[in-house]
């Protein structure tokens, strides 16, 4: 079998692409496409617990530490005490990383459309119900 005809080669290969489109995009505000993934996941009018950052997004604690690091250093976020729980820290949008999050979804919402556009809506049901198949026999691996 040839890399080309595996399931993972061509997932890589369309993770690869996207990654590299979304952050020649990102590379106009000097983030990447990880950061925009962050600023997207944080709720825009309560915030986000950092804690729940990490598990929504699939990222060590560690990348993601340095991630909100970088996004506060140069004033997209904040870090509130959560008031119920002294120990936790809620991660807030700045007025600039609310700016930032409405780019990022623009963007995100003009790739979704022009893929939609190239497909139809039965190849797109195909398509979302492989991927949970993949990622069942994923789950199922572990």
């Not at 979704?112 to 492989?130: R, T």
């Amino acid at each position: 079998m040839e890399p080309e005809e595996t399931v993972d080669y061509n997932i890589r290969k369309t993770w690869y692409n996207i990654t590299k489109m979304y952050n020649k995009k990102a590379s106009d505000y000097m983030v990447s496409m990880s950061l925009g993934k962050i600023i997207l996941n944080i709720d825009m009018f309560e915030g986000t617990p950092s804690t729940q950052l990490g598990p929504n997004m699939g990222m060590e604690s560690t990348s993601l530490a340095r991630s909100l690091n970088k996004l506060e250093d140069i004033g997209i976020i904040i870090r509130k005490t959560d008031p119920n729980d002294k120990r936790k820290s809620i991660i807030h949008l700045t007025k600039i990383g609310l700016e930032w999050r409405e780019i990022a979804k623009t963007e995100v919402l003009k790739f979704n459309n022009k893929v939609f556009s190239e497909c139809n809506k039965e190849e797109i049901k195909i398509f979302f119900n492989v991927l949970k198949k993949i990622n069942k026999v994923v789950n199922d691996e572990k």
